[in-house]
């Protein structure tokens, strides 16, 4: 058993460490979306590509915050070294959790050009080959800071409730509640870096059907660093959005991403 909780701690850790480079995301993924007042939520910290992935385990050392925000209040969750599913917690409150789950940085090396330049293609940052050769940045050898702020909304009992700013240096917030609100016209959300609104940034769209096949797709938010996403009953989303800058000067590495990722569900009619 001890052996088998070694290879997963070190499968996870590497996993982490290599996502961004595959271009991977890292999500929350509740066992369930919507549950009655007073069951165990059970969610997962999942990482890869397609709203597909390898379940992660509870890393106290990789873990910067991880809370549920209810009611206006947020409340620490701690697990045990280990623990798969991540979290698993007794939730008494009626209305609309939203998980927090972020990750302490980690860094990569991208040992080819190619590599990067297929995450940025990916992630739609178009200007930043020009910006990296500006710097004088080498082509291969260089190293990427990255940290993941996931958040996951659940409906207990009523579900209702509000989404809101959670100060997580960057994230997705959804203007209206997925699990009581009309959504004929999509769900708006609003992509907040250092709590201001992002304009023109890419939100990237996984789409999971009742028959677990994924779709696909990306929107840009506008001015106001808001987009409506267009949904459809009884599927499951992932949004995901990513900041690029430059590492601040005298870093060991000379790039920063920071990954936003919001999982809800549209119940079924």
Same mark, same amino acid.
């Given at each position: 058993?001890?052996?088998?909780?070694?290879?997963?701690?070190?499968?996870?850790?590497? #996993? +982490? $460490?290599?996502?961004?480079?595959?271009?991977? &995301?890292?999500?929350?993924?509740?066992? /369930?979306?919507?549950?009655? !007042? *007073?069951?165990?939520?059970?969610?997962?910290?999942?990482?890869?590509?397609?709203?597909?992935?390898?379940?992660?385990?509870?890393?106290?050392?990789?873990?910067?915050?991880?809370?549920?925000?209810?009611?206006?209040?947020?409340?620490?969750?701690?697990?045990?070294?280990?623990?798969?599913?991540?979290?698993?917690?007794?939730?008494?409150?009626?209305?609309?959790?939203?998980?927090?789950?972020?990750?302490?940085?980690?860094?990569?090396?991208?040992?080819?050009?190619?590599?990067?330049?297929?995450?940025?293609?990916?992630?739609?940052?178009?200007?930043?080959?020009?910006?990296?050769? #500006? +710097? $004088?940045?080498?082509?291969?050898?260089?190293? &990427?800071?990255?940290?993941?702020?996931? /958040?996951?909304?659940?409906? !207990? *009992?009523?579900?209702?409730?509000?989404?809101?700013?959670?100060?997580?240096?960057?994230?997705?917030?959804?203007?209206?509640?997925?699990?009581?609100?009309?959504?004929?016209?999509?769900?708006?959300?609003?992509?907040?870096?250092?709590?201001?609104?992002?304009?023109?940034?890419?939100?990237?769209?996984?789409?999971?059907?009742?028959?677990?096949?994924?779709?696909?797709?990306?929107?840009?938010?506008?001015?106001?660093?808001?987009?409506?996403?267009?949904?459809?009953?009884?599927?499951?989303?992932?949004?995901?959005?990513?900041?690029?800058?430059?590492?601040?000067?005298?870093?060991?590495?000379?790039?920063?991403?920071?990954?936003?990722?919001?999982?809800?569900?549209?119940?079924?009619?």
């Amino acid at each position: 058993m001890q052996y088998r909780l070694f290879c997963s701690i070190i499968c996870a850790g590497l #996993a +982490l $460490g290599t996502a961004p480079l595959l271009s991977h &995301e890292f999500w929350i993924e509740p066992e /369930k979306y919507q549950v009655p !007042i *007073g069951t165990v939520v059970v969610a997962r910290l999942r990482n890869g590509q397609q709203f597909k992935g390898a379940e992660q385990p509870y890393l106290d050392h990789r873990i910067a915050r991880f809370e549920v925000v209810q009611n206006g209040s947020a409340t620490a969750y701690e697990g045990r070294m280990g623990d798969m599913p991540a979290f698993a917690a007794d939730e008494e409150g009626d209305g609309l959790a939203v998980i927090i789950h972020q990750t302490q940085p980690q860094m990569l090396i991208y040992d080819t050009w190619e590599d990067f330049q297929a995450f940025i293609d990916h992630k739609g940052f178009a200007g930043i080959p020009s910006q990296h050769h #500006a +710097l $004088g940045l080498p082509d291969a050898g260089f190293a &990427e800071q990255y940290t993941r702020y996931a /958040k996951a909304m659940i409906a !207990i *009992g009523s579900g209702a409730g509000s989404d809101q700013d959670t100060g997580l240096e960057t994230e997705i917030v959804a203007l209206a509640n997925p699990y009581t609100d009309d959504l004929s016209s999509g769900l708006p959300v609003q992509v907040l870096y250092q709590g201001k609104p992002r304009p023109q940034a890419q939100v990237e769209i996984f789409a999971k059907a009742p028959d677990g096949s994924i779709s696909i797709s990306t929107m840009p938010t506008d001015a106001r660093g808001e987009a409506v996403i267009p949904v459809t009953p009884g599927h499951s989303y992932l949004l995901d959005a990513v900041v690029l800058r430059p590492a601040p000067e005298g870093q060991d590495y000379v790039w920063e991403s920071l990954w936003a990722a919001l999982t809800f569900a549209v119940p079924a009619p």
